[in-house]
């Protein structure tokens, strides 16, 4: 009875050892995109939605989009080696195209408490203005679900913004 047992307990070694070292092999990255978005943009295109809201996004109909969130996104398309694609329209049209994959990051001055997280994942926020009504905390929308486009885009935005 007591050589069963020893018996069970190596072979439940063996087999925890086994998985550990098959989810090991597997090189699963955490955090990661299940459309391979950051993987797409990294010496590619990110395509980025822009709606009007000055100073965040300043938009002039004969040039791309200016302004404090196009700067930042700019110089964090540089980082990855990434052109940008710009498309420009209303908030809810740049939504519903992320929430189709038809655009990877939407900016517009958004703000923490934004009612489109239902359509796209709000980055933690990168910058607090204060305003007559209080603190504003400034964030930028991607895909749902794409969390290393997440994590690199805060680990940029807190780079450049000290946030």
């Not at 092999?25 to 395509?47: E, Y």
């Amino acid at each position: 009875m007591v050589g069963n047992q020893i018996f069970e307990r190596r072979l439940w070694a063996v087999v925890v050892a086994l998985i550990a070292l098959l989810l090991t092999a597997c090189g699963s990255q955490i955090p990661t995109d299940p459309h391979g978005t950051l993987d797409r943009m990294r010496d590619g295109v990110m395509r980025v939605g822009a709606t009007e809201n000055s100073p965040w996004v300043k938009r002039d109909e004969t040039a791309e989009p200016t302004g404090t969130e196009p700067g930042l996104l700019s110089d964090f398309a540089e980082q990855i080696g990434s052109e940008i694609e710009w498309s420009t329209g209303s908030e809810a049209v740049l939504l519903d195209g992320l929430e189709r994959g038809e655009l990877d990051i939407v900016i517009g001055g958004f703000l923490e408490d934004t009612p489109w997280v239902d359509k796209g994942a709000a980055t933690r926020p990168y910058l607090e203005t204060t305003t007559v009504e209080g603190q504003d905390k400034h964030v930028m929308i991607v895909r749902m679900g794409e969390n290393a486009l997440l994590v690199a885009l805060e680990k940029f935005l807190v780079t450049q913004v000290g946030s």
